[in-house]
């Protein structure tokens, strides 16, 4: 089992950054792709960013040149950098992990960007 804990959200103006953390549990977080999720009120969770085991990334075009994940295998611990704020981007953002079969959620941290 994989716990995951989100933190770094807050209230942003536009232009601004804000990075974002999740902390897995457990002994297997370099075995796992994580990825970072959103969700705006009224629409459909949506794929933000994802990383996999070996570094390769894949980015929501919404985000790219934006947004940036990292990952500390050592620390198990996964990032978004995320500059250039926009209005838009305003979300629930949620970390997800898989192994496969296995998919994790974190339980999501808000971003508000707002002037």
């Known amino acids: 089992q994989v716990q995951l804990v989100e933190s770094g959200g807050g209230l942003v103006q536009p232009g601004g950054s804000l990075r974002l953390a999740c902390a897995a549990s457990?002994?297997?977080?370099?075995?796992?792709?994580m990825a970072w999720y959103r969700q705006a009120p009224g629409k459909q969770r949506e794929l933000v960013v994802t990383i996999t085991t070996t570094g390769n990334t894949n980015y929501a075009d919404s985000v790219k040149g934006r947004f940036t994940i990292s990952r500390d295998n050592a620390k198990n611990t996964v990032y978004l950098q995320m500059n250039s704020l926009k209005p838009t981007d305003t979300a629930v953002y949620y970390c997800?992990?898989?192994?496969?079969?296995?998919?994790?959620w974190g339980q999501g941290t808000q971003v508000t960007v707002s002037s």
């Open positions: 457990g002994s297997i977080f370099s075995l796992l792709t």
């Open positions: 997800n992990a898989r192994w496969d079969p296995r998919v994790y």
